[in-house]
């Protein structure tokens, strides 16, 4: 089965479990730049971002046997939230790794959805080496959050909504981490909207998969600390995203953090609404390209809104 038909099939595990995330005119960005500038709302989704698409739809494809054992992933954030929500729609026992330096109020979060959390290592590597260990050890399925063609056919369903929600779409501007999103939404409108420029925004801090796409090969990125840290990390070997990232993405563009910054506070100001930084990296890249989109009509993901309190001081500080 092709991706593009892998996404038609998980709209129908994602519909009955998942919102209908709005795409919403910004008035203020179309003023601002003259574009007719749309901001699709998966920070509206069901765990506040978009992974709960492809944890769902991952989960939904496993057998009675493998529901039965159980799964497993390593997480801080959203991912692990994603898996926990899903797995405990379907009624299956999840258990999430966390970094020893995880937020308190995203493990708190992971635990209200049921999920076993259990802290592990002082460096995300060491977390999920010792989930897929684990997870081998016990007959339990590891969910990855991006190196799984099912869990990037859950993300792709944001394609299927952008077509129906916004006829003639010129641009969609995504940020770019492990590169399951960007591969999902990509994927589909190459089928159904080709005329729509698929952009990848990544942060100059952490640009892993805007580089290895550059090498056209899975490279070690040197990455420091980012506001957009949902995106942050570099990509595993073998990782099935580079050659969709490289047959899907029209432009990659590179975000500075004080870009991210702007781009987060003038939209908690104007549209009164709290966005996690990844998606303050696709405003700004955006912002950055404006004057090729006037009179063009463009949407941008804001792909979550978990932020935390320390992150949001410093944003606002």
Same mark, same amino acid.
């Given at each position: 089965?092709?991706?593009?038909?892998? +996404?038609?099939?998980?709209?129908?595990?994602?519909?009955?479990?998942?919102?209908? =995330?709005?795409?919403?005119?910004?008035?203020?960005?179309?003023?601002?730049?003259?574009?007719?500038?749309?901001?699709?709302?998966? $920070?509206?989704?069901?765990?506040?971002?978009?992974?709960?698409?492809?944890?769902? $739809?991952?989960?939904?494809?496993? $057998?009675?046997?493998?529901?039965?054992?159980?799964?497993? =992933?390593?997480?801080?954030?959203?991912?692990?939230?994603?898996?926990?929500? &899903?797995?405990?729609?379907?009624?299956?026992?999840?258990?999430?790794?966390?970094?020893?330096?995880?937020?308190?109020?995203?493990?708190?979060?992971?635990?209200?959805?049921?999920?076993?959390?259990?802290?592990?290592?002082?460096?995300?590597?060491?977390?999920?080496?010792?989930?897929?260990?684990?997870?081998?050890?016990?007959?339990?399925?590891?969910?990855?959050?991006?190196?799984?063609?099912?869990?990037?056919?859950?993300?792709?369903? +944001?394609? /299927?909504?952008?077509?129906?929600?916004?006829?003639?779409?010129?641009?969609?501007?995504?940020?770019?981490?492990?590169?399951?999103?960007?591969?999902?939404?990509?994927?589909?409108?190459?089928?159904?909207?080709?005329?729509?420029?698929?952009?990848?925004?990544?942060?100059?801090?952490?640009?892993?998969?805007?580089?290895?796409?550059?090498?056209?090969?899975?490279?070690?990125?040197?990455?420091?600390? =980012?506001?957009?840290?949902?995106?942050?990390?570099?990509?595993?070997?073998?990782?099935?995203?580079?050659?969709?990232?490289?047959?899907? /993405?029209?432009?990659? +563009?590179?975000?500075?953090?004080?870009?991210?910054?702007?781009?987060?506070?003038?939209?908690?100001?104007?549209?009164?609404?709290?966005?996690?930084?990844?998606?303050?990296?696709?405003?700004?890249?955006?912002?950055?390209?404006?004057?090729?989109?006037?009179?063009?009509?463009?949407?941008?993901?804001?792909?979550? &809104?978990?932020?935390?309190?320390?992150?949001?001081?410093?944003?606002?500080?």
């Amino acid at each position: 089965m092709s991706l593009y038909d892998s +996404i038609l099939s998980a709209e129908q595990a994602v519909r009955k479990h998942l919102r209908l =995330t709005p795409a919403e005119h910004s008035l203020f960005l179309s003023k601002k730049t003259g574009a007719e500038v749309y901001l699709k709302l998966e $920070n509206y989704q069901v765990t506040g971002s978009f992974k709960a698409r492809g944890a769902i $739809n991952k989960l939904s494809y496993l $057998n009675n046997e493998e529901k039965a054992r159980g799964v497993i =992933t390593a997480s801080s954030g959203n991912h692990g939230l994603g898996v926990a929500s &899903g797995a405990k729609k379907l009624g299956i026992h999840s258990t999430v790794y966390v970094p020893e330096y995880a937020e308190r109020s995203k493990v708190q979060a992971i635990e209200l959805e049921g999920a076993e959390v259990k802290s592990i290592g002082d460096d995300c590597v060491i977390t999920e080496s010792a989930a897929r260990e684990d997870a081998e050890q016990f007959g339990k399925v590891y969910i990855s959050p991006y190196n799984d063609l099912d869990v990037i056919a859950g993300q792709g369903t +944001i394609g /299927i909504e952008l077509v129906q929600q916004l006829e003639q779409l010129d641009a969609v501007f995504v940020s770019l981490g492990g590169g399951g999103l960007i591969s999902g939404i990509g994927a589909y409108l190459k089928e159904a909207s080709p005329q729509t420029k698929v952009i990848a925004c990544s942060p100059s801090q952490s640009p892993a998969m805007h580089e290895c796409m550059k090498a056209k090969k899975i490279i070690d990125v040197a990455c420091s600390p =980012t506001l957009s840290d949902a995106t942050a990390g570099g990509v595993e070997e073998g990782a099935v995203t580079l050659n969709l990232c490289c047959s899907y /993405i029209n432009q990659s +563009i590179l975000i500075e953090e004080t870009e991210i910054k702007e781009a987060m506070l003038s939209t908690i100001n104007q549209h009164h609404m709290l966005i996690e930084g990844a998606a303050g990296v696709a405003i700004a890249a955006f912002l950055k390209e404006q004057e090729n989109y006037k009179g063009k009509r463009v949407a941008i993901l804001i792909c979550g &809104g978990n932020i935390g309190v320390d992150k949001l001081r410093e944003v606002i500080s």
